[in-house]
């Protein structure tokens, strides 16, 4: 069935440093890819989306990668700040608008 | 736009009762999704509508779980019997499925089934 894959689960590092969190998807009729962030006790919420027809897109210190052929796009956070952390959810859909999610990132960005 | 609006944010109950969570879409959005997350199992689909039909519901656990939308823009997921298991924290999200299938989240109902 269709499945996302999401690494690593837990990730830690420096503030000002860069974080990269990998998504794989099984499904290649995949045509939306959004990522939401989620703070503790929270809601998910959307920070930055991409289309199967882009390869990557930014938005000030994020950005979204996309490999179609490989079947895997990853999120980019750079000079991370200690208000980064928060649990990161990729997520993959195709025409039906279900969502398949990963099973998330916890990001800790150390002061 | 008041966003999705969850209620109750918060329901501790027995088990064996029964619950039931509500939901309010963004206004004119037409997909409704209900979804269940643990620490165990993540983030969960239990059931999505799309103009008020239920579309999905493979993801609904067992006969005690129901979902319903009596109109367009209002939804309920009702547990009964409930039991320990059930506890967990429920969000719904809508989304206008024209405009590109950005799903927006409510607040989420934190449920204990003591």
């Known amino acids: 069935g269709e499945n996302v894959e999401q690494h690593p689960s837990t990730l830690s590092v420096q503030e000002g440093d860069s974080a990269v969190i990998k998504c794989t998807y099984s499904?290649?009729?995949?045509?939306?890819f959004p990522w939401y962030k989620q703070e503790l006790g929270k809601r998910p919420q959307l920070i930055i989306d991409?289309?199967?027809?882009?390869g990557e897109k930014k938005d000030q210190r994020i950005a979204v990668t996309l490999n179609k052929t490989a079947k895997h796009f990853s999120l980019h956070i750079t000079e991370t700040q200690p208000e980064d952390s928060a649990v990161y959810f990729c997520?993959?859909?195709?025409?039906?608008?279900?969502?398949?999610f990963g099973t998330g990132t916890r990001l800790k960005v150390l002061a | 736009d008041a966003g999705v609006i969850q209620s109750p944010r918060h329901e501790v109950t027995e088990m064996g009762q029964e619950v039931t969570l509500r939901c309010k879409l963004i206004?004119?959005?037409?997909?409704l999704f209900w979804y269940r997350q643990t620490m165990m199992r993540g983030l969960e689909l239990l059931i999505y509508?799309?103009?008020?039909?239920?579309?999905?519901d493979s993801g609904m656990p067992e006969d005690r779980f129901s979902a319903k939308m009596p109109n367009a823009s209002f939804s309920t997921l009702k547990i009964q019997p409930s039991e320990p298991r059930d506890s967990a924290v429920y969000f719904c999200?809508?989304?206008?499925?024209?405009?590109?299938?950005?799903?927006?989240f409510g607040a989420g109902t934190r449920l204990s089934v003591l």
């Open positions: 999200a809508s989304s206008l499925r024209d405009a590109g299938a950005i799903q927006y």
């Open positions: 499904d290649s009729a995949s045509n939306y």
């Open positions: 991409i289309r199967s027809n882009v």
């Open positions: 997520a993959a859909t195709s025409g039906t608008y279900k969502y398949i």
């Open positions: 206004s004119g959005h037409n997909s």
């Open positions: 509508f799309n103009n008020n039909v239920p579309i999905d």
